[in-house]
């Protein structure tokens, strides 16, 4: 089945350095979402990336999209210690499932 | 509901007993999924339910579990002769879908399982 897998899997940076995770997929993948998930809460939706070299942006986090669409990027410029967390991408297995990677813990030093 | 709702939130049981986890998605919301996941780790998906079909229970490890779902409501999700290995976070998601797209995920806050 399909694989999805992130690096790296744990980041600790300086608070106010940029932070980037990288998500490759097997197959192509018909979109990709992005999650994130605070320590000790539940993962929560951020984006979905559906066209061919899709770049969007939210505030401090740019996502991409692959030109093959087999994989993704978040980075964050500056970061904040409120981005402390797990940042999972996901794609679209089959009908309607997402297939998680293993995800990117980020821990940053005040 | 305005989320998705998840009991109990903590539970602490006997090896060998059965448990029941339960989950009441967002309103509205035709697909609900469950997934695992151990501390640490990423999100192992268990099952799907379209409706109260499930066309995807690929992930359920063992036939010790089964999920259920009525209508487009609640859906429980039952281990029984609970061991060990079974101690976990149990997510529970639901999304909106309108033909072949495909919505952002819900997450309840999850149900802990611990087995002893």
């Known amino acids: 089945g399909q694989q999805v897998m992130q690096i790296p899997q744990y980041q600790h940076v300086q608070e106010g350095e940029d932070f980037t995770t990288y998500c490759n997929s097997s197959?192509?993948?018909?979109?990709i979402q992005w999650y994130k998930q605070r320590p000790g809460g539940h993962p929560v939706f951020l984006i979905q990336?559906?066209?061919?070299?899709e770049v969007k942006k939210q505030k401090r986090l740019t996502f991409q999209f692959g030109e093959a669409k087999k994989n993704s990027s978040l980075h964050i410029t500056a970061t904040q210690t409120t981005d402390v967390g797990t940042y999972f991408c996901a794609g679209i297995q089959g009908a309607q499932k997402l297939v998680f990677g293993q995800g990117t813990r980020l821990t940053i030093n005040p | 509901g305005a989320g998705v709702s998840q009991s109990p939130s903590n539970k602490v049981t006997e090896k060998g007993k059965d448990v029941e986890l339960r989950c009441d998605p967002i309103?509205?919301?035709?697909?609900l999924y469950w997934y695992r996941q151990r501390l640490g780790q990423g999100l192992e998906f268990l099952i799907y339910f379209q409706g109260n079909s499930a066309p995807d229970k690929s992930g359920l490890p063992s036939d010790r579990f089964s999920a259920e779902r009525t209508g487009e409501s609640v859906s429980t999700l039952t281990i029984q002769r609970t061991q060990q290995e079974d101690s976990a976070v149990y997510l529970c998601?639901?999304?909106?879908?309108?033909?072949?797209?495909?919505?952002?995920?819900?997450f309840g806050s999850g149900t802990r399982l611990t087995v002893v």
């Open positions: 197959t192509t993948l018909s979109n």
């Open positions: 990336l559906v066209k061919s070299g």
């Open positions: 998601a639901s999304s909106l879908v309108t033909g072949p797209r495909l919505y952002g995920y819900t």
């Open positions: 309103s509205g919301h035709t697909a």
